[in-house]
């Protein structure tokens, strides 16, 4: 809306998974809900921020308020956040598949007599990486996700240099976090660690929400 401590920012986040297709019936996806993503977006939007959300494939509601772009692939993700910029704030949450294949099969690709095979895959671009180096629109505020089963901290803080972001939500997923509503994390800046464990989606949520604030105030 246009009340709120965060009205007239524009903020960009992506959420979910991405489809990354082999062939036009199957692909290489992974197990996120989009749930953390989606719940930062309704929360910023109900500060009153202008909320754009860039969604891979997910089953759930668009929040009140948030303009949503869906979206399959890593490169489509890419362009569809870069054809939002300039904004404000950039949040990116969404689980961006690291490869994609190196050609799509055009029709859908027959059982064989091998018992094995392969695949080429070649890199998606870092969408995260682009958005905090890009040179002429940079957003006041970047803020990365690190989906981690252990030395949480210290590849956080790694990732918070070799990204270039301002902030890294660094996320325990060793147990029980994918599709619940529990999640646990710690977020890491150039001023240090603060711990956020235990907390709910909806309330890493709010924690982030107060941090934007604060940072951009
Ligand atoms: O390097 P890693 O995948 O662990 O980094 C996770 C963070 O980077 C998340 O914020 C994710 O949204 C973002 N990312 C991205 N584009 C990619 C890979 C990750 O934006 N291709």
């Not at 401590?5 to 979910?16: E, H, S």
């Not at 569809?80 to 099969?105: E, N, T, Y």
């Not at 995260?128 to 089963?149: C, M, N, Q």
Request: glycine share 8%; aromatic share 6%.
């Amino acid at each position: 809306g246009v009340d709120g401590p965060l009205a007239g920012k524009k903020v960009v986040i992506t959420a979910g998974p991405t489809f990354e297709p082999l062939d036009p019936v199957r692909g290489l996806t992974n197990r996120s809900s989009g749930k953390q993503g989606y719940a930062i977006a309704q929360k910023l939007a109900r500060e009153g921020a202008d909320v754009t959300l860039i969604s891979g494939p997910v089953s759930l509601p668009t929040p009140i308020g948030v303009t949503r772009i869906d979206v399959e692939t890593a490169q489509e993700m890419f362009d569809a956040v870069h054809a939002q910029l300039p904004c404000d704030v950039f949040v990116g949450v969404a689980a961006v598949a690291d490869w994609r294949a190196k050609d799509i099969a055009a029709e859908k690709q027959k059982k064989t007599a091998d018992n094995e095979l392969s695949v080429t895959f070649v890199k998606n671009p870092d969408i995260l990486e682009s958005v905090s180096k890009h040179l002429d629109l940079r957003p006041r505020l970047v803020i990365g996700f690190a989906a981690e089963t252990q030395k949480l901290e210290d590849y956080a803080h790694a990732k918070l240099a070799s990204k270039g972001c301002d902030a890294i939500v660094a996320n325990n997923v060793s147990e029980g976090v994918f599709g619940s509503a529990h999640n646990q994390a710690t977020l890491v800046d150039l001023d240090g660690f603060t711990p956020i464990a235990g907390m709910t989606k909806a309330d890493i949520a709010d924690f982030l929400s107060a941090y934007i604030q604060k940072r951009i105030a």
